[in-house]
Structures are given as structure tokens and as C-alpha cells.
């Protein structure tokens, strides 16, 4: 029984602390029509405090980096991967043993996307990310997301 209660514990506390994470990342997501049947979706993450979200491309092994997964669309062709807009700051950090890679305050990722027709339909997907600051890493979050394009 006692194992059971110290066990219980364990996951609230590590729940509590994932929610930490989705806490210091507000996302927003948009759509821009760029061309005929062509759009650009906005991710856009502003990052809380003294905290800063990893790029794509951390640049080594440890942390985890920011990642976009997408349910495939039928109706829809994505136009490579998601580029990052914002100011990267490129930092030797020992504790990664190497230089990372990451952005602080917000950053915007953008991803092409192109309908096969004149219709309405949705980018859907998840975005996996981890922030830190200089005392601390929070655990990764993942966050399940849906954007209106077309029509």
C-alpha cells in the first residue's frame, strides 16, 4: 500500500511539473494566404520569463528539440519543414558538452502549406518542445493543435 501512495505521488508531482513547462510557452497559430491554394501556418511561441525553447536543430545530442508533427491530409502537401523566424542565439553550453542551438522571448514557425483544391480543411498536428533557464530544465511538452486553412 505504501508503495501504491509513494508511487501516486510521483506521477502528480511529475504531471505538475509537465504543466510547468506548457505554462512558460504560449502558442498561437494563424494562417496567411501566400498565393492561389497556398498558405502559410503560423506557430507562433512566446516564451516566459528567463526561459528559452530549443530550435529544431539543437546542434547536440541532450536537449530536446522543438519538433511539429502532422497528421497527414489528403487534401493537403506540405512544403518542406517548418522554418524558424526569430533571433537564434547559438551558445556553448557545457552541461550539453557542445554549442546549442535555441530562442528566447518568442519565435515564429512557419510551414507551407498547399491545398489540392479550392476548399476549407485543417492543419492538424502536435508540437513537441522543452524549455530552460540557466538553474533549470523543465520536462518536454507535447501539445495537440488544429489550424483552419482554405476556403
Known amino acids: 500500500m505504501k508503495q501504491l501512495y509513494i508511487l ?7 504531471g505538475t511539473l509537465g504543466a510547468q513547462s506548457v505554462k512558460q ?3 498561437a497559430y ?20 528567463n526561459y528559452h ?14 519538433t511539429f508533427v502532422f497528421v497527414k491530409n489528403p487534401l493537403t502537401t506540405l512544403d518542406g519543414k517548418p522554418k524558424e523566424i526569430g533571433k537564434l542565439i547559438k551558445k556553448k553550453e557545457e552541461v550539453w558538452g ?5 530562442y528566447e522571448k518568442t519565435i515564429d514557425f512557419v510551414q507551407v502549406v498547399k491545398l489540392r483544391g479550392n476548399i ?8 513537441e518542445f522543452m524549455v530552460c533557464n540557466e538553474v533549470q530544465c523543465l520536462p518536454p511538452s507535447k501539445i495537440d493543435f ?5 476556403g
Open 8 to 14: 501516486s505521488l510521483l506521477l502528480i508531482i511529475a
Open 25 to 27: 510557452v504560449q502558442w
Open 30 to 49: 494563424t494562417a496567411k494566404k501566400i498565393a492561389d491554394k497556398t498558405y502559410e501556418v503560423h506557430m507562433t511561441a512566446t516564451i516566459g520569463s
Open 53 to 66: 525553447m530549443y530550435a529544431q536543430d539543437v546542434g547536440v545530442d541532450g536537449p530536446v528539440p522543438t
Open 98 to 102: 557542445g554549442n546549442v542551438n535555441y
Open 120 to 127: 476549407k480543411t485543417s492543419l492538424v498536428g502536435n508540437v
Open 146 to 150: 488544429s489550424v483552419n486553412i482554405g
